[in-house]
C-alpha cells in the first residue's frame, strides 16, 4: 500500500455539520442543548470536541468550519475557543444536511475557490482507530481530487438494521488512493434479512454519511438534483462575508428544501457512476439510542462485569441484583435498581426515563407523547 505522509493534507477543509436533537437520547439529548454538546463515552470531551481533536492532525489552521443551528452557536464556541470569526456557520433553522454541507461547500468555494476538498463529519459520532480514520480520510481527499463525490464505507460488525449501506464496486485504479471504489449503490436501513445477505456477500459496508468532494464538483451535482437550492446557497455564500449576509438569509434560508445529501447528490449520482467509496475499518458508532450508548461505555470499578454501565458518577448509582442496566444520574439523588435487568435509567431535573435496552429505540415515540401533551418545555 501506498504510504501518505504525515500531517496536514494540504488545501483540505474539514466541515463538521453539528444539528439534531438525538430524539432517542431524550431527557439527556434535548433541541436546546443536543447530544453532540454532552460527553457520552465518559472521555472527558464532548462528542463535538473529539470530532474536532481527531480533524486537527488532517487540516492546516482555519480549515476547520462548524455549521450549526442559531441557538447553539455560543455553546460551540465555548466549547471550541480555538475556532475563528469566519468558522461557524450558524443556520437559522434546520434544513437537513443536504443544506448545511452545500451552504459550508457554497462559501468555502467563495472564499477559497472551487478546486477546495472539503469533508464532512458528524459532530455526534463516536470513532476508535485514530490511524485508521486518518489513512481513509487521506485516500478520501485524493478520490475527491480525481473528481468523485467519496463516502467512507464502515466495516460492518452485525447486520444492522438500523444503518444504511453501501454496495462496492470495482476500484478506481488511483495510486494515491489504492484502496477507493465505485459506489453502486446505497440502501437505507434494510431489515435484518436484508442485511445479513448483505454481508454475505462481501460487497456492502454500513454507510456514516461522511463525504468528500471538491467543492465545486459538489455544487455541479446540486445544481443539476436540486437546481433551486444550489441558486439558493451560492446567493446565501455571495453574502455571507458581507453586511448583506442577515437580510439574504432571510430571504433565502426559509425556501430551502429540507433534504439530506444522501437523497440529494449520493444516490442519483451513484447511479451515474460519480460516487467513490473509501473502506473505514475502524470503529464506529452514531450512538443512535440508549442500547448503543451502553456499549460504548467501560465496566464498573467493581471488578464484576455484568453488563451494567453507568454514565456520570457512579457513587450516584446502587444496582441490587440488576444486570446489564444502563444509568444515567443527574440530579444528585442516589439512583437504586433493584431486581431489574437491563434497564435504562435516566434522572435529569425535570424528567426521568425509565425503559429496558430492548425497546431504547422507542424512546422516540415517548417523545412524541410529550410533545402531543404540549410540554414543549422538556423538549
Same mark, same amino acid.
Given at each position: ?20 436533537? +438525538? ?12 447530544? *453532540? ?31 450549526? +443551528? ?11 475557543? +480555538?475556532?475563528?470569526?469566519? /468558522? ?12 448545511? @454541507? ?30 485508521? *480514520? ?10 475527491? &481530487? ?7 464505507? @464502515? %466495516? ?7 444503518? $444504511?449501506?453501501? &454496495? ?8 494515491? %488512493? ?6 453502486? +449503490?446505497?440502501?437505507?436501513? !434494510? ?65 430551502? /428544501? ?6 440529494? @447528490? %449520493? ?7 460519480? @460516487? ?5 475499518? *475502524? ?45 444515567? !444520574? ?5 439512583? #437504586?435498581?433493584? $431486581? ?5 435509567? #435516566? ?33
Amino acid at each position: 500500500m501506498t504510504q501518505t505522509p504525515p500531517g496536514p493534507i494540504p488545501g483540505f477543509h474539514a466541515v463538521i455539520p453539528a444539528g439534531g436533537a +438525538g430524539t432517542r437520547l431524550w431527557p439527556l439529548s434535548r433541541s436546546g442543548s443536543p447530544k *453532540f454538546l454532552h460527553d457520552l463515552t465518559g472521555s472527558g470531551r464532548t462528542l463535538l470536541q473529539a470530532t474536532v481533536d481527531r480533524l486537527t492532525p488532517l487540516t492546516e489552521p482555519g480549515h476547520v468550519l462548524v455549521v450549526t +443551528g442559531q441557538r447553539h452557536v455560543d455553546a460551540v464556541r465555548a466549547q471550541l475557543p +480555538g475556532l475563528g470569526a469566519g /468558522e461557524v456557520l450558524a443556520e437559522p433553522s434546520p434544513r437537513d444536511s443536504m443544506a448545511a @454541507i452545500g451552504l459550508a461547500a457554497a462559501v468555502l468555494a467563495q472564499r477559497h475557490g472551487g478546486d477546495v476538498v472539503l469533508g464532512s463529519f458528524a459532530a455526534d459520532h463516536v470513532i476508535h482507530g485514530a490511524s485508521a *480514520f486518518q489513512r481513509a480520510v487521506r485516500e478520501g481527499v485524493e478520490a475527491a &481530487r480525481a473528481g468523485y463525490v467519496v463516502t467512507v464505507g @464502515i %466495516a460492518a460488525s452485525h447486520p444492522a438494521t438500523a444503518f $444504511g449501506y453501501v &454496495r462496492l464496486g470495482e476500484s478506481l485504479d488511483l495510486v494515491a %488512493a489504492p484502496s477507493a471504489r465505485h459506489a453502486l +449503490g446505497f440502501t437505507e436501513k !434494510p431489515d435484518a434479512a436484508t442485511a445479513a445477505a448483505y454481508l454475505a456477500t462481501g460487497e456492502y459496508r454500513w454507510n456514516a454519511s461522511m463525504f468528500l468532494a471538491r467543492a465545486q464538483v459538489l455544487l455541479d451535482h446540486l445544481a443539476v438534483q436540486r437546481p433551486q437550492m444550489h441558486e439558493g446557497l451560492r446567493a446565501l455564500a455571495a453574502a455571507w462575508d458581507t453586511a448583506d449576509r442577515d437580510r439574504v438569509l432571510h430571504e433565502v434560508w426559509p425556501g430551502l /428544501e429540507k433534504i439530506a445529501i444522501d437523497h440529494a @447528490i %449520493a444516490e442519483p449520482v451513484a447511479a451515474a457512476g460519480g @460516487i467513490a467509496v473509501v473502506p473505514g475499518d *475502524f470503529g464506529w458508532d452514531d450512538i443512535g439510542d440508549f442500547a448503543s450508548l451502553g456499549k460504548l461505555l467501560p465496566p464498573l470499578d467493581d471488578g464484576a462485569d455484568d453488563g451494567a454501565r453507568v454514565l456520570g458518577d457512579d457513587s450516584a448509582v446502587l444496582l441490587v441484583d440488576s444486570s446489564g442496566s444502563l444509568v444515567v !444520574p443527574g440530579t444528585g439523588r442516589l439512583v #437504586v435498581v433493584l $431486581g431489574l435487568d437491563d434497564m435504562v435509567v #435516566v434522572d435529569t431535573p425535570d424528567a426521568l426515563l425509565v425503559t429496558t435496552r430492548a425497546r431504547a429505540q422507542q424512546v422516540k415515540e415517548a417523545v412524541d407523547a410529550v410533545r402531543a401533551r404540549g410540554r414543549e418545555d422538556l423538549l
